[in-house]
């Protein structure tokens, strides 16, 4: 039996970073909680302080198959390298010529650099461009591949 699992990423603006993800992922932002109009309305509810409103932020797969993200406010930086990251596979796998693969990996980094990202390396098999290492606009590491 398998375990309902999300991903939580601590970081310093919940917002900015579900935004950029979003875009990165094909994500949705999530709805309120079933019997609430807006999150608005759930949070005042619960009496959360408006001063925390901002602390999280949530994104669903939109075909509700893939795991949920969440992100938290946290106070502290990010100060290491991540132990764990995403793949974010755009490319169709090593599978795929690398001549198809390869623009398409080339085209997204292009689309979440505009939106953010930036380039830490591109990462060679046999002599070839095989994927890019990239952070986010908080400098968690991803690789594009």
């Given at each position: 039996m398998t375990t309902r699992w999300t991903l939580t990423v601590d970081c310093a603006q919940p917002a900015v970073l579900a935004a950029?993800?979003?875009?990165?992922l094909g994500y949705a932002e999530?709805?309120?909680?079933?019997?609430?109009?807006?999150?608005q309305e759930w949070l005042t509810h619960f009496k959360i302080p408006e001063d925390e409103w901002d602390?999280?932020?949530?994104?669903?797969?939109?075909?509700?198959?893939?795991?949920?993200?969440?992100?938290?406010?946290?106070p502290?930086?990010?100060?290491?390298k991540n132990r764990i990251h995403l793949d974010?596979?755009?490319?169709?796998?090593?599978?795929?010529?690398?001549e198809v693969r390869w623009p398409r990996v080339t085209a997204a980094v292009?689309?979440?650099?505009?939106?953010?990202?930036?380039?830490?390396?591109?990462?060679?098999?046999?002599?070839?461009?095989?994927?890019v290492v990239m952070a986010d606009p908080e400098g968690n590491e991803f690789d594009v591949l």
């Open positions: 950029f993800w979003r875009l990165a999530a709805p309120p909680p079933e019997g609430f109009g807006s999150w602390d999280a932020a949530y994104l669903l797969d939109p075909d509700g198959v893939l795991p949920g993200i969440s992100f938290l406010k946290v502290e930086p990010k100060v290491v974010v596979q755009v490319g169709g796998g090593r599978q795929e010529p690398w292009t689309r979440l650099t505009d939106a953010g990202a930036t380039v830490i390396r591109v990462d060679e098999q046999d002599g070839q461009p095989d994927h």
